[in-house]
């Protein structure tokens, strides 16, 4: 068995320790001391990491009541060695972790809400509650759960005995057994957790809901705290002063600023459309009529521009009108229609001769080409269905 220093003082980062046992296993060293502070994964809180000696501690795992240190080189038996944990990580984490406790305790006390999933990532965590909650409800959530980190309280770590554990109230996912480590904040949230907190909420600093969705009949939500919430907040601020500076606008006016960018833009969307369907009916009066097929080049973008000129160049070839036109990252796209060829039952011939993807009806189908300009024309200079 080995002694959890993380359960006696969960801001204990350096310890001195013996080496139990040191197995190799996969191109990794397996070690066992007699007490750690390096926290194994468990309740959603990935494994601590740092050094032992002189190897770096990659991974922590516990079996049994023995924790396994998973290491980048050996150790010695029976020798004392200096073990430190990745500090602002294990900071970083308890943060979260407690701040997840209070956003899940205050939504079970505002909404009868049920954690029914929890994930810690290295950026963020997501937790899943198995209620719907609303934008007013979820501000709500985050600002009570905040007033709990202003009030500093403090978090109790205890085992009941299996007495008092049968009368005890706390959240927990799945029926427990043997020795119940329970996680209380008094008025906020009591649950069953096995993983390092901090002492006071206070540690926590800010909690922030970032996103949320529906998941399940219930509600994700992706979530950040302390140091993560103060970087992303930074991150964010940055991201507004320079698209104020790009909009020539001052920061508290940047979405009125981009509202009047997008209209522009709508606008300027409409008048091409518009000269765009008259430039295809002035290509196509100019095309003259044939008996065979016509292609052409174009460069508008717009696709149902595009489909209107073949629509128009269909009544002026007795075989296919296609056009070509640019598509996204320089990538080239066609549509072809006929009144006398069946193009569904062509296309395979068709994209094999221009080396293409697509499909469509009878009458119309469109895609994408990967030939070269002279090859497509060669093909469609002379194909007939």
Same mark, same amino acid.
């Given at each position: $068995?080995?002694?959890?220093? !993380? ?7 350096? #310890? ?21 502070? #390096?926290? /194994? ?11 032992? &000696? ?22 010695? /038996? ?26 899940? &305790? ?13 994930h810690m990532g290295e950026s963020s965590m997501v937790i899943d509650f198995d209620r719907e ?26 085992? /009941?005995?299996?007495? @008092? ?26 649950? *069953? ?24 009949? &219930? ?57 765009? $369907? @008259?430039?295809?009916? #002035?290509?196509?009066?100019?095309? /003259? ?7 052409? #080049?174009?460069? =508008? ?12 160049? $269909? ?6 009108? *296609?056009?070509?036109?640019? &598509? ?5 796209? !066609? ?14 011939? =068709? ?12 009458? $119309? ?21």
């Amino acid at each position: $068995m080995t002694t959890r220093l !993380y359960y006696i003082d969960s801001h204990q980062f350096e #310890f001195t320790a013996t080496v139990l046992s040191c197995t190799e296993n996969k191109n990794r060293w397996e070690v066992v001391l007699d007490e750690t502070a #390096f926290f /194994p994964e468990g309740g959603g809180q990935p494994a601590d990491t740092g050094v032992l &000696g002189t190897v770096s501690v990659t991974d922590v795992h516990e079996k049994d009541g023995t924790v396994f240190h998973y290491c980048d080189g050996p150790l010695e /038996p029976g020798a004392e060695v200096t073990g430190q944990l990745d500090r602002e990580q294990r900071l970083r984490r308890m943060q979260n972790h407690s701040g997840e406790h209070i956003l899940s &305790g205050t939504a079970h006390r505002l909404y009868e809400c049920e954690n029914v999933g929890f994930h810690m990532g290295e950026s963020s965590m997501v937790i899943d509650f198995d209620r719907e909650l609303t934008r007013e409800d979820l501000l709500c959530l985050e600002t009570e759960a905040n007033e709990a980190v202003r009030a500093n309280l403090p978090v109790r770590t205890f085992y /009941p005995s299996d007495e @008092e554990l049968k009368v005890l109230e706390y959240r927990s996912k799945k029926e427990l057994q043997g020795d119940v480590r329970i996680v209380e904040i008094p008025g906020v949230d009591r649950c *069953a957790c096995c993983a390092p907190h901090v002492n006071c909420t206070g540690e926590v600093g800010l909690i922030k809901i970032l996103e949320a969705e529906r998941h399940r009949g &219930g509600v994700r939500l992706q979530v950040i705290c302390g140091m993560q919430a103060l970087e992303e907040v930074r991150k964010r601020q940055q991201s507004v002063t320079e698209i104020s500076a790009l909009l020539s606008a001052k920061r508290d006016e940047v979405v009125p600023a981009v509202q009047r960018l997008l209209q522009e833009r709508d606008g300027l969307k409409e008048k091409n459309a518009a000269l765009a $369907m @008259e430039l295809v009916k #002035f290509r196509a009066a100019q095309q /003259p009529d044939t008996d065979g097929n016509i292609c052409l #080049f174009e460069t =508008i973008p717009d696709e149902i521009a595009v489909r209107e000129l073949v629509n128009l160049l $269909m009544e002026k070839c007795k075989g296919i009108a *296609a056009v070509f036109f640019p &598509g996204a990252e320089g990538s080239l796209r !066609y549509i072809i229609g006929s009144r006398t060829v069946d193009l569904r039952r062509a296309s395979r011939d =068709i994209n094999t001769g221009i080396g293409g993807r697509g499909g469509g009806r009878p009458e $119309m189908i469109q895609g994408s080409a990967s030939a070269r300009q002279d090859e497509i024309e060669a093909f469609l200079k002379t194909f007939s269905a």
